[in-house]
């Protein structure tokens, strides 16, 4: 602080600042490498001087502090740990017996990792037991970047579409944003919402009554940016609370939708190589070349949007696309797109609208093309449908259920139309009684129509019972069916079918689940014919210079390493997964990829002379890859040994021990006893005692004893 000969008080800039009131806008002044401001020339404040405690008391309205800025929803990016070398099998087995006729179809997947992708290769062999055939499926090497949100991916992919295109299968490279490489990450915007408090005060968010969020907050403007909100038109209620327990309440209507990107936020997709034909046919069936590029942006929060283009030898298009949000009314999307081929130039035009609110959500689509208009996913001989449309309407309550309808209005050049209406009821019945009435009717084919009944309940964690009836096209059914889902880890689980569906009906199924696969058997009876199922899945895991047999490896994995420790138990978020096998290795399945997996090993089973650095580890794996997971546990090759003198006494106490060659100092105990940690089967000890020492060779046998006692030794050439 200074004070100026006219009484003036100045304080320094980073005491203002610390303060948190704002600086003012005339010049400050300098003084020994410090800015200093007059705290008259603060606005909404007032002071003055206790001069008896020698303190400068301040009282500040709350719009003169400078605003607190929180967020209520921030995206945890785990950095991943990277990947070791290995791979991985998975493989399905479905056999069929029906009308005196064997059936035996197989799914393997190959996959290879390392430290720059993942590599997967998809192969489906068709009718073992008769003709067989071997169908390649999907082979794809994928780079995540997740530091960027992005994924390279090179061989068989599926391409960007955008507002109005259509993906293809495809072989080459593509290029595009990744938003799952960070888990936590929420494209679309969220809302805000300011307040001001005149004393630290704690504020709490709700919506229809539901608490999202609770934060505290200093005196002063504060604004809660990114608050997790429920998509939809909702109103949002700010309670702030100060420490004297007074309330003031803050109420906003709010719009979020999923369809709207952050701003300045980048959404793309590019991609170039032939296009798939025959897929799950065809092997290596691969034919026009093309080059497409997709990318969206986040203009506002209320605007987005896109362009989309695809190139080919004889067929060119390019489109525009947006998304609007009205926060009052809805969201509104818009696209236009122009095509150029052999069949000429044409056109296409898409509009839709959409509004959703707690209760009532109801919108539309439409999409008109020209005959001339062409497009990938489109068949060159066939011309564009003239309308694609659809309506939507859906109410719901919190005690009489909710309803949908949909309606669906296809208009082709070169076949018939298509209209199909159909309509849902869903509603709870009591606790654990469900009731959903649908019915459906195609008014093109006016002969094809129907309605249903269901009615279900729970029996119990994963157990359940339900009851279908209804009529089709004057075709009366009634079915009965009893199921017991699987557990997540080895169990059982089965399935029982009955009833009557234009004639008798009866299905019955038996599933097993243990940690090498999954196993079911399935038997009907239908329309006087019998048909016997089977299947069997499972995967093996390749990493470490181990192998481990597992279910199906659809997710991230990781080996677990105890060194030389059998029958550790490892725990996954707090849950039994694995034992160390002969090794010391464990496989740990189906960890979350891109976050944080909390993994540590039991330390009841470690012996007494394992060393532990730690028994618990954080680590975030890449998508379907695995790494290694080496726990700092080793053994502290310790034990316990009398050293004596020439003439028959103790090695005085406080003499010491060292294994030469290492840094560690061992002291004598009481009755010349010293306990030695980090033994090699064969040791050279040097014992000093003041200026004297000696050597000692000792071996340390292999025992499974936590604490062996080695022996007394003789120190020669030392005296007490």
């Given at each position: 602080m200074l004070l100026k000969k006219d009484g003036d008080l100045l304080a320094d800039a980073a005491d203002v600042q610390r303060w948190r009131l704002s600086l003012p806008s005339k010049p400050a002044l300098s003084y020994q490498g410090h800015e200093y401001y007059p705290l008259t020339a603060l606005t909404g404040i007032s002071y003055r001087i206790d001069e008896a405690k020698q303190a400068l008391l301040i009282e500040a309205k709350p719009d003169a502090l400078s605003p607190t800025r929180l967020n209520g929803s921030a995206s945890q990016f785990s950095t991943p740990n990277p990947s070791s070398p290995g791979g991985f099998i998975n493989y399905d087995i479905f056999t069929q017996y029906t009308q005196q006729r064997f059936q035996l179809d197989s799914l393997v997947e190959l996959g290879a990792f390392n430290g720059r992708g993942v590599g997967v290769s998809n192969f489906l062999a068709k009718d073992i037991s008769d003709k067989a055939q071997l169908i390649r499926l999907d082979t794809t090497w994928t780079l995540d970047k997740p530091d960027q949100l992005t994924s390279l991916r090179i061989g068989d992919a599926i391409s960007g579409a955008g507002a109005w295109g259509r993906p293809v299968r495809f072989g080459g490279l593509q290029w595009a944003t990744n938003f799952q490489t960070q888990p936590g990450f929420v494209t679309f915007p969220m809302p805000s919402i300011a307040g001001e408090a005149?004393?630290?005060?704690?504020?709490?968010?709700?919506?229809?009554?539901?608490?999202?969020?609770?934060?505290?907050?200093?005196?002063g403007p504060f604004t809660i940016n990114n608050v997790p909100m429920i998509t939809g038109l909702r109103d949002m209620r700010m309670v702030v609370r100060d420490m004297l327990g007074r309330e003031q309440i803050i109420s906003q209507p709010y719009y979020v939708s999923p369809n709207l990107l952050q701003k300045n936020l980048q959404d793309f997709s590019y991609e170039i190589g032939p296009i798939r034909r025959n897929y799950g046919l065809e092997s290596n069936d691969y034919g026009r070349w093309f080059a497409v590029g997709t990318h969206r942006l986040g203009f506002s929060d209320h605007f987005t949007g896109e362009w989309h283009t695809e190139l080919l030898q004889n067929q060119q298009n390019i489109g525009l696309g947006s998304v609007f949000l009205s926060p009052s009314i809805g969201v509104f999307d818009a696209a236009i797109a122009a095509s150029h081929s052999q069949k000429g130039s044409g056109d296409l035009l898409s509009l839709g609208f959409q509004r959703q609110t707690s209760g009532l959500s109801f919108g539309g689509h439409a999409q008109f093309a020209s005959s001339q208009f062409t497009q990938l996913g489109l068949a060159q001989d066939r011309p564009a449908p003239k309308l694609l449309s659809s309506l939507h309407l859906g109410y719901s309550t919190s005690d009489y259920g909710s309803f949908s309808l949909n309606h669906i209005y296809q208009q082709y050049r070169d076949r018939d139309n298509v209209s199909l209406i159909n309509a849902n009821y869903n509603l709870t019945v009591g606790e654990g009684w469900f009731l959903n009435l649908s019915a459906f009717n195609t008014l093109s084919d006016g002969n094809n129509k129907g309605i249903s009944l269901v009615l279900s309940h729970t029996l119990g964690e994963r157990t359940s019972a339900s009851l279908t009836t209804g009529i089709q096209n004057d075709s009366p059914s009634t079915l009965m069916r009893v199921q017991r889902n699987l557990p997540p880890g080895s169990g059982l689980g089965y399935r029982v079918l009955a009833g009557y569906d234009g004639m008798e009906r009866i299905e019955s199924g038996i599933t097993l689940q243990n940690d090498v696969g999954t196993y079911n058997v399935d038997a009907s009876r239908f329309q006087g014919q019998s048909n016997v199922r089977g299947s069997a899945s499972g995967g093996l895991a390749i990493m470490g210079g181990d192998a481990f047999f597992s279910r199906r490896l659809n997710s991230s994995f990781a080996v677990v390493q105890v060194p030389d420790y059998p029958n550790v138990h490892v725990y996954a978020e707090n849950q039994l997964v694995a034992t160390t096998n002969a090794s010391g290795n464990a496989l740990l399945p189906a960890l979350r990829p891109y976050q944080q997996n909390h993994i540590r090993i039991e330390q009841a089973d470690l012996p007494l002379d394992a060393q532990i650095d730690t028994l618990t580890i954080n680590a975030a794996p890449y998508f379907r890859s695995g790494f290694?997971?080496?726990?700092?546990?080793?053994?502290?090759?310790?034990?316990?040994?009398?050293?004596?003198?020439?003439?028959?006494?103790?090695?005085?106490?406080?003499?010491?021990?060292?294994?030469?060659?290492?840094?560690?100092?061992?002291?004598?105990?009481?009755?010349?006893?010293?306990?030695?940690?980090?033994?090699?089967?064969?040791?050279?000890?040097?014992?000093?005692?003041?200026?004297?020492?000696?050597?000692?060779?000792?071996?340390?046998?292999?025992?499974?004893?936590?604490?062996?006692?080695?022996?007394?030794?003789?120190?020669?050439?030392?005296?007490?």
């Amino acid at each position: 602080m200074l004070l100026k000969k006219d009484g003036d008080l100045l304080a320094d800039a980073a005491d203002v600042q610390r303060w948190r009131l704002s600086l003012p806008s005339k010049p400050a002044l300098s003084y020994q490498g410090h800015e200093y401001y007059p705290l008259t020339a603060l606005t909404g404040i007032s002071y003055r001087i206790d001069e008896a405690k020698q303190a400068l008391l301040i009282e500040a309205k709350p719009d003169a502090l400078s605003p607190t800025r929180l967020n209520g929803s921030a995206s945890q990016f785990s950095t991943p740990n990277p990947s070791s070398p290995g791979g991985f099998i998975n493989y399905d087995i479905f056999t069929q017996y029906t009308q005196q006729r064997f059936q035996l179809d197989s799914l393997v997947e190959l996959g290879a990792f390392n430290g720059r992708g993942v590599g997967v290769s998809n192969f489906l062999a068709k009718d073992i037991s008769d003709k067989a055939q071997l169908i390649r499926l999907d082979t794809t090497w994928t780079l995540d970047k997740p530091d960027q949100l992005t994924s390279l991916r090179i061989g068989d992919a599926i391409s960007g579409a955008g507002a109005w295109g259509r993906p293809v299968r495809f072989g080459g490279l593509q290029w595009a944003t990744n938003f799952q490489t960070q888990p936590g990450f929420v494209t679309f915007p969220m809302p805000s919402i300011a307040g001001e408090a005149a004393l630290p005060s704690v504020v709490d968010v709700y919506v229809e009554n539901n608490l999202l969020l609770n934060r505290q907050v200093q005196p002063g403007p504060f604004t809660i940016n990114n608050v997790p909100m429920i998509t939809g038109l909702r109103d949002m209620r700010m309670v702030v609370r100060d420490m004297l327990g007074r309330e003031q309440i803050i109420s906003q209507p709010y719009y979020v939708s999923p369809n709207l990107l952050q701003k300045n936020l980048q959404d793309f997709s590019y991609e170039i190589g032939p296009i798939r034909r025959n897929y799950g046919l065809e092997s290596n069936d691969y034919g026009r070349w093309f080059a497409v590029g997709t990318h969206r942006l986040g203009f506002s929060d209320h605007f987005t949007g896109e362009w989309h283009t695809e190139l080919l030898q004889n067929q060119q298009n390019i489109g525009l696309g947006s998304v609007f949000l009205s926060p009052s009314i809805g969201v509104f999307d818009a696209a236009i797109a122009a095509s150029h081929s052999q069949k000429g130039s044409g056109d296409l035009l898409s509009l839709g609208f959409q509004r959703q609110t707690s209760g009532l959500s109801f919108g539309g689509h439409a999409q008109f093309a020209s005959s001339q208009f062409t497009q990938l996913g489109l068949a060159q001989d066939r011309p564009a449908p003239k309308l694609l449309s659809s309506l939507h309407l859906g109410y719901s309550t919190s005690d009489y259920g909710s309803f949908s309808l949909n309606h669906i209005y296809q208009q082709y050049r070169d076949r018939d139309n298509v209209s199909l209406i159909n309509a849902n009821y869903n509603l709870t019945v009591g606790e654990g009684w469900f009731l959903n009435l649908s019915a459906f009717n195609t008014l093109s084919d006016g002969n094809n129509k129907g309605i249903s009944l269901v009615l279900s309940h729970t029996l119990g964690e994963r157990t359940s019972a339900s009851l279908t009836t209804g009529i089709q096209n004057d075709s009366p059914s009634t079915l009965m069916r009893v199921q017991r889902n699987l557990p997540p880890g080895s169990g059982l689980g089965y399935r029982v079918l009955a009833g009557y569906d234009g004639m008798e009906r009866i299905e019955s199924g038996i599933t097993l689940q243990n940690d090498v696969g999954t196993y079911n058997v399935d038997a009907s009876r239908f329309q006087g014919q019998s048909n016997v199922r089977g299947s069997a899945s499972g995967g093996l895991a390749i990493m470490g210079g181990d192998a481990f047999f597992s279910r199906r490896l659809n997710s991230s994995f990781a080996v677990v390493q105890v060194p030389d420790y059998p029958n550790v138990h490892v725990y996954a978020e707090n849950q039994l997964v694995a034992t160390t096998n002969a090794s010391g290795n464990a496989l740990l399945p189906a960890l979350r990829p891109y976050q944080q997996n909390h993994i540590r090993i039991e330390q009841a089973d470690l012996p007494l002379d394992a060393q532990i650095d730690t028994l618990t580890i954080n680590a975030a794996p890449y998508f379907r890859s695995g790494f290694l997971l080496k726990f700092p546990i080793r053994r502290s090759r310790g034990a316990t040994m009398k050293i004596v003198l020439d003439n028959g006494q103790p090695l005085p106490a406080g003499a010491i021990v060292q294994i030469i060659g290492q840094q560690e100092e061992f002291p004598v105990a009481l009755k010349g006893n010293v306990y030695i940690t980090g033994l090699a089967p064969d040791n050279h000890l040097r014992v000093l005692w003041h200026d004297q020492s000696c050597q000692l060779e000792v071996s340390f046998p292999e025992t499974e004893e936590p604490l062996p006692d080695l022996g007394v030794f003789a120190c020669h050439g030392v005296s007490p």
